[in-house]
């Protein structure tokens, strides 16, 4: 499965953004989904997951009731509704897809093997 997200940019803190992840060449409800960030200077870093039909959410404790993951199969598109926007929220977006994960295994990096090439969000002080 080929990922592409879109909707990064520049927003002041207190803003909020959607992020979007457009999924092509398999099925897309066959994929687990998750968004994960890598800021400047910092390792990449999980922030929230989402299951096949979206059933079952996963959430890092830094993003939990500020962000929404949420997907439309019909569309093959993941999202990330992203509010209360602070400027450690800085990074590189990037969607995951693995075809198999359970519990703990959204949580890593090294469990997906798809990835899109990431957008930036920037969120100004």
């Known amino acids: 499965v080929q990922l592409l997200e879109s909707g990064g940019g520049l927003v002041q803190a207190g803003g909020s953004l959607r992020l979007s992840c457009a999924a092509s060449?398999?099925?897309?409800?066959?994929?687990?989904m998750a968004w994960f960030r890598q800021g400047p200077g910092k390792e990449r870093e999980f922030v929230a997951g989402?299951?096949?039909?979206?059933?079952?959410?996963y959430y890092a404790d830094a993003v939990k009731g500020r962000f929404t993951i949420s997907r439309d199969n019909a569309k093959n598109t993941l999202y990330l509704q992203m509010n209360s926007l602070k400027p450690e929220d800085t990074a590189v977006y990037v969607c995951?897809?693995?075809?198999?994960?359970?519990?703990?295994?959204?949580?890593?990096?090294?469990?997906?093997?798809?990835w899109g090439q990431g957008t930036q969000l920037t969120v100004s002080s």
């Open positions: 995951a897809g693995a075809e198999s994960l359970t519990g703990s295994d959204y949580y890593k990096a090294s469990n997906y093997p798809y």
């Open positions: 060449g398999r099925t897309f409800s066959n994929y687990a």
């Open positions: 989402i299951t096949r039909f979206g059933g079952g959410l």
